[in-house]
């Protein structure tokens, strides 16, 4: 007898009403590494929450402090009602107390370890925590941001849409729900928006854009160009009034449809 196919979970069922609801939502992450401070994380959540935030999500390629990742899940559970998901590295960025994580495979390393090896690894802890797995391909655009580095990826270049096209319909053959087109954190270049309108036309699952993305006109033209999701990170905490920057950033996302 062939056993049912698991159903979706509780995050990407409120994952995808939001995405009905408002067209494009946004994940501001917070970098486990630089907030280890209870009244700075509980305050950026706090905000982010208030400025409009889907989802929180937590890790980074180089955030391996488990107890670090451990607390600032916590603190940020405790403070909003958003979920807290978490976007891990490695296999160091799965943390108990989180709703879910980003079960990213990526496509376009060179190693591996990162395409399937860490996933292996981690998988167990994911089930044992009821951590709900969101099946991920995460696929790097252009180079020279950790991400890259330490993902040992093959960036596509940036000017190469139908590279990102190709690799996000196998990553739907292969019955991946999500694709995140990452262009690495504090990228000088974001994902350009014809790169994003490619994928789109092909890709029929929740389309995640990051990397490098820091004002509402473009957070406005990548949703415009079809993201159902816009990750914003470094923006946050760095400008002085970047609660009411991310305000706007998620009003340019609903007012792109
Ligand atoms: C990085 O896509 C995220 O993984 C966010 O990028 O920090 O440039 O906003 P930024």
Same mark, same amino acid.
């Given at each position: 007898?062939? =056993?049912? !196919?698991? *159903?979706?979970?509780?995050? %990407?069922?409120?994952? +995808?009403? %939001?995405?009905?609801?408002?067209?494009? &939502?946004?994940?501001?992450? &917070?970098?486990?590494?630089?907030?280890?401070?209870?009244?700075?994380?509980?305050?950026?959540?706090?905000?982010? /929450?208030? =400025?409009?935030? $889907? @989802?929180?999500?937590?890790?980074? $390629?180089?955030?391996?402090?488990?107890?670090?990742?451990?607390?600032?899940?916590?603190?940020? #559970?405790?403070?909003?009602?958003?979920? !807290?998901?978490?976007?891990?590295?490695?296999?160091?960025?799965?943390?108990?107390?989180?709703? *879910? &994580?980003?079960?990213?495979?990526?496509?376009?390393?060179?190693?591996?370890?990162?395409?399937?090896?860490?996933?292996?690894?981690? *998988?167990?802890?994911?089930?044992?925590?009821?951590? %709900?797995?969101?099946?991920?391909?995460?696929?790097?655009?252009?180079?020279?941001?950790?991400?890259?580095?330490?993902? +040992? @990826? +093959?960036?596509?270049? $940036?000017?190469?849409?139908?590279?990102?096209?190709?690799?996000?319909? =196998?990553?739907?053959?292969?019955?991946?729900?999500?694709?995140?087109?990452?262009?690495?954190?504090? *990228?000088?270049?974001?994902?350009?928006?014809?790169?994003?309108?490619?994928?789109?036309?092909?890709?029929?699952?929740?389309?995640?854009?990051?990397?490098?993305?820091?004002?509402? /006109?473009?957070?406005?033209?990548?949703? #415009?160009?079809?993201?159902?999701?816009?990750?914003?990170?470094?923006?946050? %905490? #760095?400008?002085?009034?970047?609660?009411?920057?991310? $305000?706007?950033?998620? #009003? =340019?996302? +609903?007012?792109?449809?």
């Amino acid at each position: 007898m062939v =056993a049912a !196919v698991p *159903a979706v979970g509780k995050v %990407e069922t409120y994952l +995808r009403e %939001e995405i009905k609801k408002h067209g494009t &939502i946004c994940f501001p992450l &917070i970098d486990s590494e630089n907030s280890t401070n209870n009244d700075v994380v509980t305050s950026i959540a706090r905000k982010v /929450e208030a =400025a409009g935030a $889907s @989802a929180v999500l937590v890790g980074g $390629s180089s955030a391996t402090d488990q107890m670090e990742l451990a607390k600032v899940v916590s603190d940020i #559970k405790g403070a909003v009602k958003i979920p !807290v998901i978490l976007f891990p590295g490695n296999v160091t960025g799965v943390s108990p107390k989180a709703d *879910a &994580i980003l079960f990213s495979s990526l496509l376009n390393s060179e190693d591996p370890y990162f395409i399937t090896g860490a996933q292996a690894l981690g *998988a167990l802890a994911v089930k044992k925590h009821g951590i %709900e797995p969101l099946p991920t391909a995460y696929v790097i655009v252009g180079e020279g941001t950790a991400a890259w580095f330490v993902g +040992r @990826a +093959r960036g596509i270049p $940036s000017h190469k849409p139908n590279l990102a096209v190709m690799y996000s319909l =196998a990553a739907q053959y292969m019955g991946m729900r999500f694709v995140y087109l990452e262009a690495g954190s504090g *990228a000088s270049q974001n994902v350009t928006p014809e790169m994003v309108a490619a994928v789109r036309k092909y890709y029929e699952g929740i389309l995640i854009v990051g990397g490098g993305i820091k004002t509402p /006109e473009t957070a406005g033209q990548i949703a #415009k160009a079809g993201a159902d999701v816009i990750v914003v990170g470094t923006m946050i %905490e #760095k400008d002085g009034d970047w609660q009411q920057k991310l $305000s706007s950033m998620v #009003k =340019a996302m +609903r007012q792109a449809h």
